[in-house]
């Protein structure tokens, strides 16, 4: 099972009953959930769930559930031994033109708080699986954002230069600083300020619930190859519309001055 994505829903739902999530939180947003084109989710009684430490997954009270047939697949016993959870199959009606769709991607806990502790009486569906999840009117991706996570887009007159294989290839009087909740402060610079001979486009592409889908661009100095070196958003989300068209390079991978003071490489390798 992946620390992130677990992909054996039969594991995933027997850790939780027998160690519990990492922690809850309960949410007043309206969450819909579509499937088959219908909404088969609709409520304000949604929780958030930390299965692990990296971001939460919505629970939704299984009574919340609508324009479905919902059917045990499989049971899992919890601790005490009786059905702690179940392997839900879900079968969706399609409307006029379209067939009846089904997935098998959900989990339904017991009622009993005994054998399910505070999950008892949710159904986890598998955001992945969804057609779309919408927060109030707004469609989410990736999976649910952390409540607890912000984003800071703050433009600088600091000016930030950028060596790779120490060659400088991107220098600009002025930057926009990105601020993420546990990650490095990101540099996002005008694409003019970034030597364009050195840059080879990428077909990387990569996706975002705070920031939305970057594209990259690979760097070549000195015959060497450094793949994947720059990311840049067309069209970011409503909170980080400040970095749109502007790139930034991997901070973990590049020499950095900023202020004329050179940044440590931070250890993180991701965001």
């Known amino acids: 099972m992946s620390k992130f994505f677990p992909s054996d829903l039969k594991e995933l739902a027997k850790h939780l009953l027998t160690n519990g999530p990492r922690k809850t939180n309960s949410t007043s947003r309206r969450v819909r959930v579509l499937f088959n084109n219908s909404y088969i989710i609709d409520t304000t009684q949604a929780l958030h769930v930390w299965e692990h430490d990296g971001f ?4 939704i009270p299984f009574s919340a559930l609508q324009n479905c047939t919902p059917s045990v697949r499989e049971d899992i016993k919890a601790n005490g031994g009786g059905a702690g ?6 079968q969706v009606p399609g409307p006029k033109g379209f067939k009846e769709k089904t997935t098998d991607r ?3 806990f017991s009622d009993d708080a005994s054998l399910a502790g505070k999950l008892a009486g949710l159904v986890r569906l598998e955001f992945g699986s969804m ?11 990736v999976h649910p954002k952390d409540p607890f996570r912000r984003i800071d887009v703050l433009p600088s007159t600091r000016p930030v230069e950028v060596k790779v294989g120490g060659k400088t290839v991107a220098s600009s009087p002025n930057s926009v600083h990105l601020l993420e909740t546990g990650l490095p402060t990101r540099f996002y610079l005008p694409l003019s300020a970034v030597d364009q001979s050195v840059l080879r486009p990428s077909d990387l592409l990569t996706k975002c619930p705070y920031k939305g889908d970057a594209e990259y661009y690979s760097v070549e100095v000195d015959g060497q190859l450094y793949r994947d070196l720059v990311w840049y958003y067309r069209v970011p989300t409503h909170e980080s519309l400040g970095v749109a068209g502007l790139v930034c390079f991997y901070n973990e991978k590049v020499d950095i001055w900023l202020d004329g003071v050179q940044l440590e490489r931070p250890k993180t390798h991701f965001g």
């Not at 057609?131 to 991706?141: G, N, Q, R, S």
């Open 56 to 59: 939460p997954q919505y629970y």
């Open 85 to 90: 959870a179940s392997i839900l199959k879900i």
């Open 106 to 108: 959900a989990i339904r």
């Open 131 to 141: 057609d779309k999840w919408l927060e109030e009117d707004t469609p989410i991706y």
